[in-house]
């Protein structure tokens, strides 16, 4: 048995799409699909419930790491696909991933992107950044993996409890789970041919606002997973070296009314990460107007990140974890 679990959260607008991408999968014998509605408030629950075959849990909203772990309760597989309500699973995702598990040392394997058709500038940016990340960093036996596009073996997932619900909104609970699997002695595959279509962030304010509370989560990831503060196959340098960048710029701007070598501080800071974004943003989009744009995007994200981790210190090393980010 496959069992298929999907987290909806107010997800009337794609959640049509990635219920049939599931149910045209080249693999249908021995499968269920779970959503669990996650106290949606706009059509989702209407939706989903015009699909017969689809096995519908409802909860009061708790976040996606707790829809997940109510989804793998109620399934009957031995390994769980798990992909989001955003995303639009190929239809070989099944069959091209499970084959990976006749290595019994494989406990989960993971897959990539791609982008749905007709997305905006910013989008088409966001997901030039994660393909170059995959092909350039990834490697074939990561250290984490994204909650879009993986399967894991139900009993690995129970063994180390599953999803973090303490993460109540979509930011490090993959990462958190990622790391608790390493610990418990399992494997990471990765597998670059396993793929779903995903909706990226249309809107800059939402997408800077995902970026604050990624910021935000990582104060408790790296709390709870110290040993990860040194980054993953995912990140690099470059997003380990802006927040202190991004820092000093505060600190230096705050400074300069008084101290006349903060403003060259200052200056010689906000050039530098001028410089890097311009450059990567190239690196990721090969078009000048693009990597212009995304350079701007991408300085302004590692602001986002940068003041969400800040706000995430006092909550949780105070011990401390609020309901929700809004």
């Known amino acids: ?104 040392k ?11 058709e007709g997305s905006n500038l910013l989008a088409k940016c966001i997901h030039q950044e994660i393909i170059f990340r995959h092909q350039r960093r990834m490697p074939e036996y990561p250290k984490s993996f994204g909650s879009y596009n993986f399967c894991i073996r139900k009993k690995v997932f129970d063994q180390v409890g599953g999803f973090d619900t303490r993460y109540r909104t979509a930011s490090g609970e993959d990462n958190d789970l990622s790391y608790k699997i390493l610990s418990a002695g399992h494997r990471i595959y990765f597998a670059r041919d396993a793929r779903v279509k995903h909706h990226h962030p249309s809107d800059v304010k939402k997408y800077l606002r995902e970026q604050f509370n990624h910021g935000f989560w990582r104060v408790k990831m790296y ?33 300069a009314p008084f ?16 410089i890097v974004e311009i450059i990567y943003g190239f690196l990721y989009t090969r078009s000048f107007f693009s990597a212009i744009f995304w350079a701007a995007i991408m300085l302004l994200r590692a602001w986002a990140r940068t003041l969400g981790f800040l706000f995430g210190l006092p909550h949780f090393f105070l011990k401390k974890t609020p309901k929700k980010l809004k």
Request: charged share 20%; net charge negative; proline share 5%.
């Open 1 to 104: 048995m496959i069992s298929v679990v999907i987290p909806a959260y107010n997800s009337a607008k794609t959640i049509t799409e990635a219920i049939k991408g599931v149910f045209t999968q080249t693999i249908t014998e021995e499968m269920e699909l779970i959503i669990v509605d996650d106290g949606s408030t706009d059509a989702t629950a209407q939706i989903i419930k015009s699909f017969p075959k689809v096995k519908y849990f409802y909860q009061g909203n708790a976040g996606p790491a707790a829809a997940r772990n109510r989804g793998a309760r109620e399934s009957k597989g031995d390994i769980i696909f798990f992909t989001d309500s955003d995303c639009v699973p190929h239809n070989d995702w099944i069959e091209g991933i499970r084959r990976y598990f006749s290595d019994p």
């Open 106 to 116: 494989i406990a989960v394997v993971s897959g990539t992107y791609d982008l749905v």
């Open 223 to 255: 709390r709870d997973h110290p040993q990860m503060m040194k980054g993953d196959d995912y990140t690099f340098w470059k997003d380990i070296a802006e927040p202190p960048l991004v820092l000093g710029v505060i600190l230096s701007g705050i400074l």
């Open 259 to 274: 101290f006349g070598t903060a403003n060259l501080v200052f200056i010689v800071l906000i050039f530098m990460v001028l």
